[in-house]
C-alpha cells in the first residue's frame, strides 16, 4: 500500500485504534505524518465537498484561518501539477510576511523535499511538480486585470483597502482572470467586518454560488496559549468588538438607525459608581406566547449620568415566568420601582406582578406612540454622553442598532422587546416627569 493511501486508511480509525496502528509506520513515514494536514486538521479547516467555487472562511482570530489556506494551496498543488494561482493580500508586504513567510504560511507548512522556491522579485513561488503561485496587492487592483489563474487565496478580505473601491475592483479583476483548469476554485479568509466584499460573498450564500464556514477563535483552544484565550476574554468579553474579532459574528450598523455600534463601544465602562435610584424597565409580551419579556435593570449614578446595569429578560415566558423574573430582578439590584408598559393587559400587568411578591411602587406606562418614536429621545441622552453600558448586553445592543429613525425596526426577533425594556427605564430616570411618553401611575 502506497503511503499515501496508508495516511488516508489511517483517518478513517477511530482516534483510540489510531496510535496502534502508528507502530507499523517506520520512522520515515511517521516525520511524513507531520506534513499530513487532514490528520491534524479540524474538519471545518478542510475543503468543503463538492464542486464549488467560492469558499469563505469567515471566523475570530486565531481560528486557524492562514493555516487553512496555506493548506488548501498544498493541497492544489498535489492535484493539479500545472496549477496557476493566485496569493492576493491587503499589500504585498502582508502577502508575503503573512501568506508566503508566515509561520502559518506556505513555505512553513510544507515538507522540505516539496518546498516551492521563493523568488521575491519576481512575486513567484515554484514547487517541484511545476505548479506556480504570484503575489498581489489588493491595493493594486489593476495588477489583477489581465493575468490568468485556476485558484486563488485571498486572505484577510475585509482588511482590503475600500478606497476607490479597490477591495471590489480586485475581487472582480481576479474573478474575471480565474478561467484556467476545468474547475477554477478561490478560497477567502477573514475576520469579518461590515464592508462591501464581505457582505457581497455572504449574500451569494444564498444562492448557493458561495459556501461560508464560519467559527470562532475558542474553536482553536488546544493550538491557543491558555492566558491568551483568558486575557482576551476577560478583555472584550461579548463586546462588540469581541463578537466580531473573536466570535466572527459579522456585526452591520444599519442604515439611519438610532444607535450604532462605535456609538454603544464608547459609553461601555466597568467601573462602578454609587446609585441614587434604580428602575427596572418591564416590556411585558403582548400574548402568553410573545417572543420575549423584555426587563432591563437601570440606575441613575451620583454624577447624573445613568447606566444600564443588567438584562434579566426571558424568552417565551408565562405570565408568572416573567413577573417572577422582574421580581427577582428588583429585589436583586435593590431597585426603587418597576416600571411596565400597559398597552398590553392593564391592570392585569400589575396584578401578575403583584402575585410574584413585587412589594414595591409599580408605575405603568401607556405608550402613545411608536417605539422607534418613543427611543429617539433616549438615543438623544446617548450622544450626549449622559448614559454608559457597565457591562455588554448583546442581545439588547442588537435590538437597539436595528431601530431605524423615522423607520421601522430591522430584526433581530419580531420585536424590540428587550430595547423597549431599556427605553422605559432610562425614560423614567432621565427624562420624567417632563418627558413623554404620558405615564399614569396606579
Known amino acids: ?57 469567515c471566523a475570530g482570530r486565531g ?10 494551496v498544498r493541497m492544489v498543488v498535489r492535484r ?5 494561482i493566485a496569493l492576493v493580500g491587503a499589500s504585498l508586504a502582508e502577502t508575503r510576511a503573512v501568506m508566503v513567510e508566515g509561520e502559518s504560511g506556505i513555505l512553513a507548512t510544507s515538507p522540505p523535499h516539496r518546498r516551492p522556491v521563493f523568488e521575491p522579485s519576481l512575486r513567484r513561488l515554484t514547487w517541484p511538480t511545476g505548479a506556480q503561485a504570484w503575489l498581489y496587492s489588493a491595493a493594486e487592483p489593476e495588477g489583477l486585470r489581465g493575468p490568468q489563474h485556476s485558484h486563488a487565496w485571498c486572505d484577510e478580505i475585509a482588511k482590503w483597502e475600500i478606497a476607490g473601491e479597490r477591495a471590489t475592483r480586485a475581487w472582480d479583476n481576479l474573478m474575471l482572470g480565474l478561467r484556467l483548469g476545468e474547475c477554477p476554485q478561490v478560497l477567502a479568509t477573514t475576520t469579518p467586518k461590515s464592508v462591501e466584499l464581505l457582505k457581497r460573498l455572504m449574500v451569494s450564500e444564498t444562492t448557493g454560488e458561495t459556501i461560508v464556514t464560519r467559527g470562532t477563535s475558542y474553536e482553536n483552544a488546544a493550538n491557543l496559549p491558555a492566558r491568551f ?34 456609538m454603544l463601544e464608547n459609553c461601555r465602562e466597568t467601573a462602578g459608581v454609587a446609585m441614587e435610584r434604580v428602575v427596572v424597565g418591564v416590556d411585558p409580551p403582548a400574548s402568553a406566547k410573545g417572543d420575549a419579556c423584555g426587563i432591563v435593570v437601570a440606575g441613575l449614578g451620583t454624577d447624573g449620568i ?41 391592570a392585569m400587568v400589575e396584578s401578575v406582578m403583584r402575585a410574584a411578591d413585587v412589594n414595591l411602587p409599580i408605575k405603568l406606562v401607556h405608550a402613545s406612540r411608536g417605539k422607534v418614536a418613543r427611543a429617539e429621545p433616549v438615543a438623544a441622552l446617548y450622544e450626549a454622553g449622559r448614559v454608559r453600558h457597565q457591562g455588554v448586553f448583546a442581545e439588547v445592543e442588537d435590538e437597539m442598532c436595528a431601530l431605524v429613525s423615522g423607520g421601522e425596526y430591522h430584526g433581530p426577533g419580531r420585536s424590540p422587546d428587550r430595547a423597549d425594556a431599556l427605553v422605559w427605564a432610562l425614560t423614567e430616570l432621565m427624562l420624567s416627569p417632563s418627558g413623554r411618553p404620558r405615564i399614569w401611575v396606579q
Do not use: Y
Open 1 to 57: 500500500m502506497r503511503l499515501a493511501d496508508r495516511l488516508n486508511w489511517l483517518l478513517t480509525l477511530p482516534a483510540k485504534d489510531r496510535l496502534t496502528v502508528l507502530d507499523l509506520f517506520d520512522d520515515a513515514e511517521r516525520e511524513e505524518l507531520r506534513w499530513h494536514w487532514e490528520l491534524w486538521a479540524r474538519p471545518e479547516q478542510l475543503p468543503p465537498p463538492g464542486d464549488w467555487r467560492t469558499w469563505l472562511i
Open 63 to 72: 481560528f486557524g484561518k492562514t493555516r487553512a489556506g496555506a493548506e488548501w
Open 80 to 84: 493539479n501539477p500545472e496549477a496557476r
Open 229 to 262: 484565550l483568558k486575557d482576551i476574554r476577560a478583555d472584550f468579553g461579548r463586546s462588540a468588538i469581541g463578537r466580531q474579532e473573536l466570535e466572527g459574528v459579522l456585526l452591520e450598523d444599519v442604515e439611519g438607525a438610532l444607535w450604532t455600534r462605535d
Open 306 to 346: 445613568a447606566r444600564v446595569l443588567a438584562d434579566c429578560s426571558v424568552v417565551k415566558p408565562t405570565p408568572e415566568q416573567w413577573a417572577r423574573a422582574a421580581a427577582g430582578a428588583a429585589r436583586m439590584w435593590n431597585a426603587d420601582r418597576v416600571v411596565a408598559e400597559a398597552n398590553q393587559g392593564g
